[in-house]
């Protein structure tokens, strides 16, 4: 009996250890499925980087296709942009001509200068055995994207200003790993019709420039960014008739105070409160700008006429004293002498400031211009070669620079 019982007993352990090892044997089953399936799904990932060790050229084209609402006080613009990046790819051949991002390399481009979310954010990718110039398959992104934007302007020269309407395509890979620069090919173009309003006129050239930005991504590295740029300049017909049309009626109202006698206290009076009206048009004026530390032309046309209405009252106060000392008949002629003084002044300085505006304001604008006509010998050589002319585009990219630079400090 006491054999009977110890042969189950033995029988009941082998049982449990072949149930422990059959759990054990499961788990290390379970583990090697994980790891295979990780295996599995890195391994595209992990053969493109050891074949992308070197830095990848990465070419972008842009166009902008509409532009609205381009927001002077808050500095941004809404706008609808279509950009193809491309670059090319050793891991793809014709026996596996599909890009997948998810197992292929890929640049990871960003847009640095978006406001908020991409209201239109749309990705979509082909591949090229026939790129000129490529040794490897061509893979090129078509990315449409629509937002809010941006833009730091430039307004020393508003109302008469021309400002940069840019996009800013950068990466979250690092400079060793990735170089932007502009479609060797292929221009950057800009819809004449994508001005959605009757405040600015567009351009028609775009001009691309390379830069290397700090921001954080996962990294500390410097990042590649391409500035992507077409221009728009301001229509000055609003400001000239509503505001400086306005501001120089209320100095030539000054010059009634003429038809009232030098001691009568209401000439001062009426010179006074010209000079309150136009304190107060100005505080509206600035209203519809950003608090900004430099003076545009128009803070500069209307402080100009404030110190003129300030003379008027001054000169008012100085011939009301002169009555208590000469014959009302020569404080007359004194009275009209210095108006004669002032009237010739306010004109000397009209003329002034309207040469010096055409000799930086609207010079800027005759850049703009020429730019046009340079851009278009651009698409003629690219039409005629194949290829776009780098030694005057770099050229041209230094020049604008230093008109750039010259423009502002004016």
Same mark, same amino acid.
């Given at each position: ?43 595209? $990932? ?69 406001? =908020? ?29 629509? =937002? ?24 979250? &890979? ?32 775009? $001009? ?22 077409? &221009?728009?300049?301001?229509?000055? =017909? ?127 604008? &005759? ?11 651009? &698409? ?17 990219? $230094?020049?604008?620079?230093? $008109? ?7």
């Amino acid at each position: 009996m006491a054999t009977v019982d110890q042969l189950v007993f033995q029988f009941s352990s082998a049982v449990n250890i072949i149930d422990s090892n059959t759990k054990a044997l499961h788990e290390i089953l379970v583990a090697f499925d994980a790891l295979a399936r990780h295996l599995l799904n890195n391994k595209s $990932e992990e053969q493109i980087k050891i074949e992308r060790i070197d830095q990848v050229t990465v070419e972008v084209k842009c166009t902008f296709l509409k532009i609205w609402d381009i927001d002077t006080l808050t500095q941004k613009y809404n706008g609808e942009v279509f950009i193809q990046a491309k670059w090319p790819d050793p891991g793809i051949n014709t026996r596996n001509p599909v890009y997948d991002p998810k197992y292929f390399w890929n640049p990871k481009l960003v847009i640095k200068n978006v406001a =908020g979310d991409l209201t239109v954010n749309r990705k979509s990718y082909s591949v090229s055995f026939v790129e000129p110039g490529a040794s490897f398959p061509v893979v090129i992104q078509y990315w449409m994207i629509k =937002g809010i934007f941006e833009e730091n302007l430039e307004l020393q020269h508003f109302p008469f200003d021309v400002q940069d309407v840019t996009i800013q395509v950068s990466t979250e &890979r690092s400079t060793k790993e990735v170089r932007i620069i502009e479609d060797q090919h292929m221009m950057s173009t800009v819809n004449p019709a994508c001005l959605d309003g009757q405040d600015w006129t567009i351009y028609r050239h775009v $001009e691309c420039f390379q830069d290397i930005t700090t921001m954080e991504y996962a990294s500390l590295y410097e990042h590649p960014v391409l500035f992507i740029q077409c &221009r728009a300049c301001r229509k000055v =017909g609003y400001f000239v008739w509503n505001i400086i049309g306005i501001v120089l009626m209320i100095m030539l109202l000054t010059f009634g105070t003429l038809a009232i006698d030098p001691n009568i206290p209401d000439r001062m009076v009426i010179t006074i409160t010209l000079f309150l009206t136009l304190v107060a048009f100005k505080l509206v004026v600035k209203s519809n700008l950003p608090t900004i530390s430099y003076l545009t032309y128009l803070d500069k046309y209307i402080l100009a006429s404030l110190v003129f209405l300030g003379i008027q009252t001054a000169e008012s106060a100085v011939m009301d004293a002169l009555t208590r000392v000469y014959t009302m008949d020569e404080v007359i002629y004194y009275d009209q002498l210095v108006m004669r003084v002032i009237a010739t002044t306010l004109f000397l300085f009209h003329v002034i400031f309207w040469i010096y505006i055409y000799n930086t304001a609207f010079s800027k604008r &005759r850049l703009m211009f020429e730019k046009d006509q340079l851009y278009l010998k651009k &698409r003629v050589y690219l039409h005629k070669h194949g290829v776009l002319d780098t030694h005057h585009q770099s050229a041209e990219h $230094e020049s604008s620079f230093g $008109e750039k630079t010259s423009l502002i400090s004016k």
